[in-house]
């Protein structure tokens, strides 16, 4: 039996050991690789772990197939939790081939959107905080006015005694070895089917009343002056003949939103989260961090000036005007403390997106002392573009309204390095999958000025892209 093969047997196994000893080591092994379809290596792995994370911002793309290591946690602690998890992981790790810092391991993952999240139903296979360390790694960058760059990195966690009986170098040379067999499976073409099954049933649990009600509500308690803001959300449940064909609804997500946020949380077969989120929670590289304030929606128009008087009516929206600067402030009261310098625009911007376009206020800081992602994602979920403000009542009223559990919708995801950087986005404009079913989720922001039938139009056009990724 070769090492890898033994290394293999390993890997197996500690995706139920590592979640309570440190006793493997992870050790990581890459090579540059030719720029392939990164949908087709995701084709490829179906039926697999899958994983993808794809932002423009950073020209970068990475793809996780297999699994390597599996990190849970729960409870209050969850955040601080996930990263002793993570820092352990990563801890006396060895690292093969000259790899460039964007294409080191990253693991993907996320957490629910509350802190009492169980995990049932829709949500089954889903964790308060999960990350996955993939097996294989993909990563490919584009560079403008150069060639793109890419990597094959293999993970894998070995019982230390094996490698103090074989050897690290007859353990690395293996584990190359065998990432040079997978390259090599990668070159092979896959087809990505483009249709979706039939259509069996789509269905929008709440009545209209229902929500017009809820809202009612809220805005009580905004007179009562316990709530300011607060976002409520609504799901449309899909039934498929076969299982829903999550690849080509990716594909059209990152041909029609390349300006998002895509991602692909898959960490059982045909159990399946992703979607194209235009809204970033934080990225942190060393100390410098950077955030955004995304709220206020008005639909894009049909000719270009058309498109250009909604814009200006968002602009001068007093009700959308005061839903952004309640974000703003959130976001400035929350990260002025523990920041050297921030900055941002006196006023917002317009995000355009294919079909709607945000207030968008881009945010800027130097920490004053180092943190980790996993700092500043506690410090800043929910923001009240996603949760409201004051945050607790906001999340008390949203348990007490919705009727169906938020799972990972509207919370943090997003890929984390040995350094504890990395990016988060938030999670709209998603959808999770269990075979032929699937669940979509979108949300509107509340405040005293809000109009329900305009605020039920607005999670319409939220619905839409990925209804659309589904031929829908």
Not at 31 to 53: M, T
Not at 227 to 240: G, M, N, T
Request: a negative charge; proline letters at 6%.
């Amino acid at each position: 039996m070769t090492i890898h093969q033994n290394a293999n047997i390993h890997i197996r196994q500690s995706q139920q050991t590592h979640q309570m000893s440190s006793a493997h080591q992870l050790v990581s092994v890459s090579l540059p690789c030719p720029k392939f379809d990164p949908l087709q290596v995701l084709a490829q792995s179906l039926g697999n772990e899958r994983f993808y994370w794809s932002e423009q911002q950073a020209g970068v793309t990475y793809i996780g197939f297999g699994m390597a290591a599996d990190l849970q946690s729960w409870g209050l602690e969850r955040f601080a939790e996930m990263e002793r998890k993570i820092a352990s992981l990563f801890e006396n790790a060895i690292f093969e081939g000259d790899t460039p810092s964007f294409a080191e391991p990253h693991c993907f993952g996320g957490f629910a959107f509350s802190n009492n999240f169980i995990p049932d139903n829709t949500w089954s296979v889903y964790h308060p905080a999960q990350f996955i360390l993939p097996h294989y790694q993909l990563t490919i960058q584009e560079n403008q006015g150069e060639s793109s760059k890419a990597w094959l990195t293999l993970n894998a966690l070995i019982d230390p005694d094996e490698l103090a009986h074989e050897g690290t170098e007859v353990v690395l040379s293996h584990l190359t070895e065998a990432l040079q067999e997978r390259l090599q499976l990668l070159r092979q073409d896959t087809t990505i089917p483009s249709e979706q099954p039939m259509l069996r049933s789509l269905n929008y649990p709440m009545a209209y009343q229902t929500w017009e009600q809820i809202i009612q509500r809220a805005i009580e308690q905004f007179n009562g002056g316990r709530l300011s803001k607060a976002v409520l959300s609504r799901v449309c449940e899909i039934r498929f003949a076969q299982n829903v064909n999550v690849d080509s609804a990716l594909a059209f997500l990152n041909h029609h939103y390349s300006d998002c946020y895509r991602f692909l949380f898959e960490p059982r077969p045909y159990h399946a989260f992703f979607g194209a989120s235009p809204e970033a929670l934080v990225t942190l590289r060393g100390k410098t961090l950077t955030t955004m304030a995304l709220a206020g929606t008005e639909p894009r128009g049909a000719t270009w000036d058309e498109d250009e008087a909604l814009g200006q009516q968002l602009l001068h929206s007093t009700k959308d005007r005061h839903e952004h600067g309640l974000v703003v402030d959130a976001l400035n009261r929350r990260l002025l403390p523990i920041c050297a310098t921030l900055e941002q625009p006196d006023v917002p911007q317009l995000l355009k997106l294919s079909n709607v376009q945000h207030l968008y206020t881009p945010v800027e800081a130097i920490l004053q002392e180092s943190k980790s992602i996993f700092d500043l994602v506690q410090l800043l979920h929910p923001t009240p573009a996603l949760g409201g403000t004051p945050r607790e009542q906001a999340l008390a009223f949203i348990g007490e309204m919705e009727p169906v559990p938020r799972g990972w919708y509207a919370a943090p995801v997003g890929i984390v390095n040995r350094r504890l950087e990395g990016t988060f986005s938030v999670a709209i404009r998603s959808a999770v999958a269990e075979y032929e079913r699937i669940w979509l989720h979108a949300g509107a922001g509340i405040v005293e000025a809000s109009d329900p039938q305009k605020e039920w139009d607005e999670t319409e056009l939220k619905f839409r892209p990925i209804l659309n990724s589904l031929g829908l």
